[in-house]
């Protein structure tokens, strides 16, 4: 009940076009959904998050959409570029009253952005 | 904000050493850290959880006697790995999250630490 399913793997996108990325999961204690960007040799950076009282949050170019009631969320990439290129791990915890809220992670998607 | 450092991003060490990997809130105060391991072209693996002043709680399966983790300030933690040996090769990564960040809920991840034991 713990996991997040990630899909896909791999995706290659034109460059200008839109990429998605799926996520689903089980434990619906879980509200707090954030994506993280990895390049290789680098630790992962905070893209943006949402929380499941909304539906879509848009940051610039990024755009998470959340279904609550399927338990699933996507992210999109509007107008990719090829330095999108890397691999995008989405996540969510549950709070937690002592301090250690965890992230549990999806098996990440290496996107190629290809000219 | 919420700016993590980790040092060193390299390490080559033999095996039967000890290797010590700090990891630096340079921005916040961070209340929790978080110490992962990932291997290539994997995810992250929770190793450990502490909050400072606090002992870490560790993930199953992982030895607290092997890795070490200190947490004494509200600013840094260590990772040591005692007695190294080549299957502890791997990249090593700590998170932290706290006051002064933009969201208080969110990890704010270092560079990694790439370890080779030889």
């Known amino acids: 009940q713990q996991q997040v399913k990630q899909s896909p793997q791999s995706l290659i996108v034109q460059k200008g076009g839109i990429s998605i990325i799926n996520c689903a999961y089980e434990?619906?204690?879980?509200?707090?959904f954030p994506w993280y960007q990895q390049f290789p040799g680098k630790g992962p950076a905070l893209l943006i998050a949402?929380?499941?009282?909304?539906s879509e949050k848009k940051e610039g170019r990024f755009t998470i959409s959340f279904n609550k009631s399927a338990k699933q969320f996507s992210l999109h990439i509007m107008d990719s570029q090829p330095g999108d290129s890397a691999t995008y791990f989405c996540?969510?915890?549950?709070?937690?009253?002592?301090?250690?809220?965890?992230?549990?992670f999806g098996t990440g998607t290496r996107l190629t952005i290809i000219p | 904000g919420a700016v993590v450092s980790q040092h060193p991003s390299w390490v080559i060490c033999k095996s039967g050493t000890s290797v010590k990997i700090e990891c630096r809130s340079l921005?916040?105060?961070?209340?929790?850290m978080f110490w992962y391991r990932q291997f290539p072209k994997q995810s992250l693996m929770l190793m450990a959880t502490?909050?400072?002043?606090?002992?870490?709680?560790?993930e199953q399966g992982v030895e607290k006697d092997k890795f070490l983790i200190n947490h004494a300030s509200l600013t840094l933690s260590t990772l040591t790995v005692t007695s190294a040996h080549p299957e502890d090769s791997s990249f090593y990564i700590c998170?932290?999250?706290?006051?002064?960040?933009?969201?208080?809920?969110?990890?704010?991840f270092g560079p990694g630490t790439r370890l080779l034991v030889l």
């Open positions: 434990n619906t204690a879980f509200d707090y």
């Open positions: 996540a969510a915890s549950r709070r937690s009253n002592f301090g250690n809220e965890k992230l549990t």
């Open positions: 998170s932290a999250r706290g006051r002064g960040t933009p969201s208080l809920r969110a990890q704010y």
């Open positions: 921005d916040f105060q961070a209340t929790t």
């Open positions: 502490s909050n400072e002043g606090s002992k870490a709680t560790y």
């Open positions: 949402i929380r499941p009282d909304v």
